[in-house]
């Protein structure tokens, strides 16, 4: 059963549902920001100075070359990633509040888009999607194994199992997807770095 890998497709299907809860806690975060007008960043405590950083990290990494630019951005991305997946042990804890607060996050960048006479299909269609598609398919697929993590390794084991093997289960699956998790993270860094500013660049 404890194998050192297992196919990702395996993987992707025993934890459709818990994909499904990470992605649904992802959208609940952006429309909890975006329905209450949260551009006001007040909204939420630590936000502004959390966007604050963001907003420095994200003009220190484009500073550089472009592909060093891509490169940060893939180990930033990453070490989110590594962190939901590992610390999703304590609880889900970790995962959870990421998922949410990346929504959020997304949710206040839509709204203040909007109030400045932004068209928000432009911007999720040229701005998000084109990297996103890769970036999010990460995001959801850590979240839900960090999510299971802390269920499983905390609340229930798994069916049959004690609690450690269900540790050493899920292990499994999270060091069989970390290969996808590095694609598609590389994917998304190159796309937001070379191709995002072209497309969305003209609407700005």
């Not at 993270?185 to 770095?193: N, P």
Request: proline share 5%; hydrophobic share 55%.
């Amino acid at each position: 059963m404890f194998s050192l890998l297992m196919p990702v497709k395996d993987v992707l299907r025993q934890n459709r549902n818990w994909l499904i809860m990470a992605a649904v806690i992802f959208l609940v975060g952006s429309l909890c920001s975006y329905l209450s007008g949260a551009y006001h960043v007040e909204t939420l405590p630590g936000l502004e100075e959390q966007l604050d950083g963001l907003e420095q990290l994200f003009n220190l990494i484009l500073d550089n070359p472009p592909l060093i630019s891509a490169l940060l951005v893939f180990l930033n991305n990453f070490i989110t990633m590594i962190q939901m997946l590992f610390l999703g042990v304590l609880a889900g804890i970790s995962p959870l509040v990421t998922l949410f607060a990346n929504g959020y996050i997304l949710g206040v960048v839509a709204a203040s888009y909007q109030a400045m006479g932004g068209s928000i299909p432009a911007m999720i269609f040229l701005g998000i999607l084109p990297h996103g598609i890769f970036e999010l398919s990460a995001v959801f697929l850590c979240g839900a194994l960090g999510l299971k993590f802390g269920f499983h390794c905390v609340a229930t084991p798994l069916p049959e199992m004690t609690r450690r093997q269900s540790f050493k289960y899920i292990w499994k699956e999270v060091i069989s997807v970390i290969p996808l998790v590095v694609a598609l993270l590389l994917g998304a860094a190159l796309i937001e770095i070379f191709i995002t500013p072209q497309l969305f660049g003209g609407l700005m």
